[in-house]
Antibody, heavy 120, light 110 residues
Framework: QVLLVQSGADVEKPGASVKLSCKTS????????IHWVRQGPGQGLEWLGI????????TYAQKFQGRVTMTGDTSTKTVYMELNSLRSDDTAVYYC?????????????WGQGTLVTVSS | QSALTQPASVSGSPGQSITISCTGT?????????VSWFQQHPGKAPKFIMY???YRPSGVSDRFSGSKSGNTASLTISGLQTDDEADYYC??????????FGGGTKVTVL
């Protein structure tokens, strides 16, 4: 069974940073990619980027370049996503999702999501 | 990296067929067959229902089918059922090893 278990809800102030975790199971960490996708209140899905946890290679959406960092911890099979300089419009549910197939284009299993609220 | 364009809403009666379009550009849908579709019920994580334009993951009903022509991909739901009422999102691989999503389509079963 493929499981992606994400960290709990978070509240941050504007200008702060948030670091979310996504704990993987089985061979996901070693053999697949991990995407990060967010969804603002009543809004659609927005792609932030992708990481190959096996070697740390990342690709970020242009919109988040310089503000997002994705990393992985081999010892705990956990992937992290840090977003800096938070603004109110970063309030969203953040999902990690497994990417399989050619360079992880097949986004097949999703975590339960983490609600991040940015508010003063 | 502009979002793919989907209709805001589509509706149909039980048993009917509906089609959701997803329009991109030559940098994504027009150049690659890595189009996926996701179904999302309220308060739930998205569910993967189609990949590489027209392939269904194991366990997904064959009432769902996908196609592509030029810069536009489509998802057809045949034999519409009440449980099909949900939001649907398309996504595509895009030049530069990125992914772009559509704005989402709300499907209503009348």
């Amino acid at each position: 069974q493929v499981l992606l278990v994400q960290s709990g809800a978070d509240v941050e102030k504007p200008g702060a940073s948030v670091k979310l975790s996504c704990k993987t199971s089985g061979d996901t960490f070693a053999s697949y990619f991990i995407h990060w996708v967010r969804q603002g209140p009543g809004q659609g899905l927005e792609w932030l980027g992708i990481i190959d946890p096996n070697d740390g290679t990342t690709t970020y959406a242009q919109k988040f370049q310089g503000r997002v960092t994705m990393t992985g911890d081999t010892s705990t099979k956990t992937v992290y996503m840090e977003l800096n300089s938070l603004r109110s419009d970063d309030t969203a549910v953040y999902y990690c999702a497994r990417g399989s197939g050619w360079i992880g284009t097949r986004v097949d299993y999703w975590g339960q999501g983490t609600l991040v609220t940015v508010s003063s | 990296q502009s979002a793919l364009t989907q209709p805001a809403s589509v509706s149909g009666s039980p048993g009917q067929s509906i089609t959701i379009s997803c329009t991109g550009t030559n940098s994504d849908i027009g150049s690659y067959d890595f189009v996926s579709w996701f179904q999302q019920h309220p308060g739930k994580a998205p569910k993967f229902i189609m990949y590489e334009v027209s392939y269904r993951p194991s366990g997904v009903s064959d009432r769902f089918s996908g196609s592509k022509s030029g810069n536009t991909a489509s998802l057809t739901i045949s034999g519409l059922q009440t449980d099909d009422e949900a939001d649907y999102y398309c996504s595509s691989y895009s030049t530069g090893d990125t992914v772009v999503f559509g704005g989402g389509t709300k499907v209503t079963v009348l």
